[in-house]
């Protein structure tokens, strides 16, 4: 972990087998602060030279964590940096300030899924219409746009739609998803999280996955017996061009899928940062 103050800049790992905490700085005057001030039973500063960090001393994990209550509580300023540079001094302040610049343009991030039902996704293992349950993938860039097929000769009146189809035998739900993605639109795309609801359509009940792929990857000349082309889209449009099917049920089918994975996005696209991916996580 890494803890910026008004007073020092440290980082906190566990090292070895014992229950205490190792407290790294780059200075041994950011040691003696947090020791003087707020964590007296914080062991003597030791020199380690040749690392990252020149300074090191130890406390146990209940101590620490006591600790940051109380600097917690004294936080009494508006502006962090410029706290630092009065009670660090400018040098410092520019220092944390290259920190947050460096941070500024960071990726936006997408809200965890709540583990629910079969497999940790938010259907239950069969449709309680009965019909069969197909999964598929609405897919985006890191900003947020759609990427929409074109159904191959307009078939059932579909004219643009989504990636879906049924599950072969012995795969999950994930793995039916993104082999359709793979066979109706060319792609391995990323899967972010389950899209809530189900949605039905004419012979099944329909399942998707909001999915990632870098804007550069898919060949929107992509086609085969199911599809005739690709196309990224805005939000808006991505809703005109669903709106030229004729299939009445599959149109309002796919809008409210659209809305649905638009819904879960962290703002409205095109987003101002970014979207992680979750393979950017260990988990």
Same mark, same amino acid.
């Given at each position: 972990m890494w803890l910026f103050t008004k007073f020092g800049f440290f980082s906190v790992v566990k090292k070895g087998t014992n229950d205490d905490l190792t407290i790294r700085s780059r200075?041994?005057?950011?040691?003696?602060?947090?020791?003087?001030?707020?964590?007296?039973?914080?062991?003597?500063?030791?020199?380690?030279?040749?690392?990252?960090?020149?300074?090191?001393a130890t406390a146990s994990a209940s101590a620490l964590a006591e600790a940051m209550s109380a600097i917690a509580q004294d936080i009494d300023y508006a502006n962090f940096k410029d706290e630092v540079a009065f009670s660090l001094g400018k040098d410092r302040a520019k220092r944390y300030g290259r920190v947050?610049?460096?941070?500024?343009?960071?990726?936006?991030?997408f809200s965890e899924p709540h583990q629910e039902g079969f497999e940790g996704l938010p259907w239950?293992?069969?449709a309680s219409t009965g019909k069969a349950v197909a999964y598929g993938g609405v897919v985006i860039d890191p900003n947020g746009y759609p990427l929409m097929r074109e159904v191959k000769n307009h078939f059932d009146g579909y004219v643009w739609t989504f990636a879906k189809g049924r599950q072969d035998k012995g795969?999950?739900?994930?793995?039916?998803a993104q082999r359709e993605v793979r066979e109706e639109m060319g792609i391995d795309a990323t899967i972010l999280s389950a899209i809530p609801g189900e949605f039905a359509g004419g012979t099944t009940?329909?399942?998707?996955?909001?999915?990632?792929?870098?804007r550069g990857t898919p060949d929107l000349t992509f086609g085969n017996r199911e599809t005739e082309r690709l196309i990224w889209a805005t939000a808006e449009e991505a809703k005109r061009l669903i709106a030229q099917s004729t299939n009445t049920k599959?149109? #309002?089918?796919? /809008? @409210?899928? +659209? #809305?649905?994975? /638009? @819904?879960? +996005?962290?703002a409205e696209p095109p987003l101002k940062r970014a979207m992680a991916r979750r393979t950017d996580w260990q988990s």
């Open positions: 200075t041994r005057s950011d040691l003696d602060r947090l020791r003087n001030h707020y964590l007296p039973s914080l062991s003597a500063s030791r020199a380690h030279e040749g690392t990252d960090y020149p300074w090191r947050w610049s460096a941070l500024y343009d960071m990726s936006d991030d239950q293992q069969s795969e999950s739900p994930r793995q039916t009940i329909n399942r998707f996955f909001l999915m990632l792929t870098d599959g149109r #309002q089918r796919d /809008l @409210a899928i +659209l #809305q649905a994975a /638009l @819904a879960l +996005l962290p």
